[in-house]
């Protein structure tokens, strides 16, 4: 595109104005007359003719030829004062609506420069001047290479003006040294022909420092932006994104336009967090907010995010600034912690023996069925409570216990327990437990550490195993093996009873002392008459004398008649047990009496031994227990009855009594 270097716009009726500016662009040159009054017929013709004129019609109506007519056409053309346009094979002329060159360079606020092809300055605006700090005369009309300011613009441009003068128009952006500052300008090279047909070019400089350095830096920012890990949003109060970086745009799926033409609500699962209106509400009202949500991906997958939104301004309105991370590998990591937790606290669940876990607080964080059974605790009741909640619920006081010890040694809580064993981390002991109810319970202990990466105890497990059964197995086994041994002991010191010692004084005695009876008795059985008479007997000092006042004679003197069917139910019956003294006397006692001498020596029950062999009876022993007194062992006394039976054989066969 060429332009003309001298333009009109105004539509005076002074066209004086305008033959200055022919004059102006050398087109009224000397030696060549062209009469004024006919430029000035045209161009009140065009003025008045604004959809324009042909040739033809010029010329008919000024009354000129064709050839003169289009003379002065030309004239004005190229001067710029008319334009022109085919509308078929004619050419259409209408009136110029430009200005003059001068009033252009005046009122631009660009700075521009008017170069000759020979890279004369044929003209330069004020504002050129100002920013460059150079006068008038000191550039005008002279070669721009030769003053102050050309080589630091003219080379930075050279190429872009050679096209220009070659009729191309270029635009070229430039630092370009400013006085003692450099600037940034956009340059457009705009070619153009003088009205004597010279060639030129119009060199517009546009600043845009400002603007550069705020792209420059808006281009960091945007980087830094796009390059975050973080994923990052812009958008309005109704929801609409404004923007998007790279990490979010990866992050769903999308590409930027999709992104764009999408709504929180497109991305936002509503189960997953609060609705976005009540959301954007309390950031309204807070500023800032943050958050959990689940968003959908392009392809239909879910991901999880952790969201810090703040209110921002973008350009005359606010708008909501969200910053996302993605917690997919937390969830995860989360999920699997809570897994692992479930399993874990599954399998405390399941073990057979009441369990429980702190964490280093002493905080309750497991508690399992089997210990649920044994406190009457309901773990929902005590998991997340301290303060030695768990030593109220298994010992019915708040105090350290065997657990305690793996966070802190201490001897007093030592003495609560016994065959207290360390190894390594572990602890193991033994206690008693005693709950209304329950009675007594023996219970073995486990206590172990938990570590963390670092080797850090961060909590522990007790287990309590009830051992009561296995205790009570021991002791019966304890006193199984004590019964034995008695046994072993008395066989043989029947056998080897010397002749002359009593069988029956020494059966009394041993009774006694083996059952802790008030009182023992012997009555040996005389088959002949089918009595049973006290030979023997032992009581405690100082009642013998009351007793016999009670029965009214010595314990020597009772005779007990043996029927049949007591004999019968002896011989068959080993050991018996009586409540009175009548019973086991087979009524010669009468009740009042064996009500007082029971009283009087606070007896409770009776148990007889029938010493028999081979379906003979040769006795029997009568023991007196107190309220409280556990009973005999059975097998002892039967073993014992047995013993004794044996030797009242031998002294029967030997003829002793």
């Known amino acids: 595109m060429r332009v003309r270097v001298t333009m009109i716009i105004s539509r005076k009726k002074d066209y004086s104005y305008y033959l200055s500016c022919i004059r102006q662009s050398g087109l009224l040159m000397e030696g060549v007359f062209l009469n004024e009054n006919h430029y000035q017929n045209i161009i009140g ?56 060159v001068d009033q252009i360079l005046s009122q631009s606020s660009d700075l521009i420069l008017v170069l000759d092809e020979t890279y004369t300055v044929r003209n330069v605006n004020d504002s050129f001047l100002l920013a460059f700090g150079i006068s008038k005369d000191l550039i005008e009309n002279l070669d721009i290479n030769t003053t102050v300011i050309g080589p630091g613009l003219i080379d930075r441009i050279r190429d872009p003006v050679r096209q220009g003068m070659a009729g191309k128009e270029s635009v070229a952006n430039a630092w370009v040294p400013v006085q003692k500052d450099w600037r940034a300008f956009r340059i457009r090279i705009i070619p153009l022909v003088f009205g004597w047909g010279e060639k030129g070019v119009v060199i517009m400089l546009e600043d845009r420092t400002g603007e550069i350095m705020a792209q420059e830096e808006n281009a960091l920012l945007a980087d830094l932006v796009n390059a975050s890990p973080a994923a990052i949003t812009v958008s309005d109060f109704m929801g609409n994104f404004l923007y998007s970086n790279k990490k979010n745009l990866d992050l769903h799926g999308y590409s930027l336009s999709e992104f764009l033409d999408l709504n929180l609500g497109h991305l936002d699962i509503s189960a997953s967090a609060k609705p976005i209106t009540e959301r954007l509400e309390d950031l309204k009202k807070s500023g800032e907010a943050s958050f959990e ?39 995860r990591a989360e999920q699997v912690l809570k897994e692992s937790e479930r399993r874990f606290a599954d399998i405390i669940d399941f073990l057979p023996d009441a369990t429980f876990v702190v964490n280093s607080e002493g905080t309750v964080i497991a508690w399992n069925r089997a210990i649920e059974e044994m406190t009457g605790v309901k773990a929902r009741d005590i998991v997340g409570m301290g303060d030695y909640a768990y030593a109220i619920a298994i010992y019915g006081e708040r105090r350290p216990i065997l657990l305690d010890l793996i966070f802190h040694d201490d001897p007093e809580v030592r003495k609560h327990y016994r065959h207290f064993r360390k190894e390594g981390s572990t602890i193991t002991a033994e206690t008693v437990l005693t709950s209304p109810g329950a009675g007594e319970r023996f219970v073995w202990l486990n206590a172990s550490p938990f570590y963390d990466k670092d080797d850090r ?129 087979f009524g ?70």
């Open 45 to 100: 013709l065009l003025r008045d003719a604004q959809k324009g004129l042909t040739i033809e019609e010029i010329s008919k109506n000024l009354n000129l030829s064709r050839i003169t007519t289009t003379k002065y056409l030309n004239s004005l053309f190229v001067s710029g004062q008319v334009n022109m346009r085919k509308a078929g094979p004619a050419k259409l002329y209408t009136l110029s609506t430009r200005l003059p």
């Open 293 to 331: 949500v689940l968003h959908s991906r392009k392809d239909g997958r879910q991901i999880p995010l952790e969201v810090h939104a703040t209110i921002a301004r973008w350009g005359d309105r606010e708008v909501v600034v969200g910053i996302s991370t993605d917690i997919s590998e937390r969830k």
């Open 457 to 585: 105890i961060t909590g522990a497990i007790e287990s309590i195993r009830d051992i009561t059964g296995r205790k009570r197995a021991e002791e019966a086994l304890h006193q199984q093996n004590l019964v034995l041994e008695t046994i072993n002991q008395l066989a043989l010191e029947f056998a080897s009873l010397p002749k002359g010692k009593s069988v029956p004084e020494q059966a009394v005695k041993k009774l006694m002392k083996l059952t802790g009876a008030v009182v023992t008795l012997f009555s040996m059985y005389d088959p002949s008459d089918r009595i049973l008479q006290v030979t023997n007997f032992e009581i405690a000092p100082g009642m013998l004398k009351k007793v016999i006042q009670l029965l009214g004679k010595r314990p020597g003197d009772v005779k007990s008649p043996v029927s049949t069917d007591m004999y019968h139910e002896m011989v068959s019956t080993i050991i018996g047990k009586r409540k009175t003294l009548t019973e086991a006397s």
């Open 588 to 657: 010669q006692i009468p009740p009042v009496v064996s009500m007082s001498i029971q009283k009087l020596m606070s007896i409770d029950r009776f148990i007889g031994i029938a010493y028999v062999i081979e379906g003979k009876l040769y006795g029997t022993s009568l023991l007196a227990m107190k309220p409280g007194q556990p009973d005999p062992s059975p097998e002892l006394l039967e073993s014992f009855a047995h013993i004794v039976a044996i030797s009242l054989r031998r002294d029967c066969d030997e003829g002793g009594t």
